[in-house]
């Protein structure tokens, strides 16, 4: 597992090199870059260079305390990364949380950035679901009981739903960094709130696609897609975790859409 230093971050990530075109995978809130571990395997990427990333206090990234957490910072550190790795002509693929952090990076990268597609990625402040949960407290009741009520309340969900999704994210939550899980919570939902994402997000240049899972379709948020001719695509059998639920349909929605904007 190669490691990167970014300021006082230890990344780890992941790198297959095998083309120009670089895909830039960008996880949720918790979650690391497992979830997109799939894709590293399929014959469908031959020819295209693919790079993840655990953000920082995720996955196997070191979490700082005297780190902010918050979404600018974060893109700061992805974009560093980005750079380092020398990666060019990108296409961002941001879920939820991360999605909000790839709108930062793109609106830095400019031309650099070929396309975008937005997994379930926080646009308003309606998209808060997780992450209203872990920050409706303050810091010191969610380190004493709000975290292990939050992954009580996952377990629950998971036994409604048992989908690879939900499975993969308890496992992936149960081991990230409580402060880089609360402290980013914090920053969403005041970005979801106040940083005017979705006006950001209508308003980049780049190409760009809203992707849904069939079974969390958000009728507002798809409404407001439909009234500003933002194109969006439904992953069929799939929760927010589609590219977990459903990786087979997931990637292959991601090629047909990038051939038919070509």
Partial sequence: MPFLTIGNHRLAYRLKEDGPESFVFIHGLGASKNSFDRCFEMEAFRGYTLASLDLPGCGESSGPDDFSYNMKDQADVVLGWIRDLGLARIILVGHSMGGVICLYVAEVLGTQVKAFFNLEGNLARRDCSFSSKVSSAGW???????????????????????????????????????????????????????????????????????????????????????QHNIPYSVVPESGHFMMDDQPGLFYKMLFDTLELRK
């Fill in 140 to 226: 010191e009741d969610f380190e004493s009981k709000g975290l292990e009520e939050f992954k009580t309340t996952l377990r629950e969900s998971m036994r409604e739903n048992p989908s690879p999704g939900l499975k993969n994210y308890y496992e992936n939550i149960s081991r990230a960094y409580p402060r880089a899980l609360y402290l980013s919570s914090v920053s969403l939902v005041k970005e979801s709130c106040d940083g005017h994402i979705d006006k950001r997000f209508l308003a980049m240049a780049v190409r760009k696609w809203y992707v849904f899972g069939e079974k969390s379709v958000n009728p507002v948020t798809k409404d407001f897609l439909d």
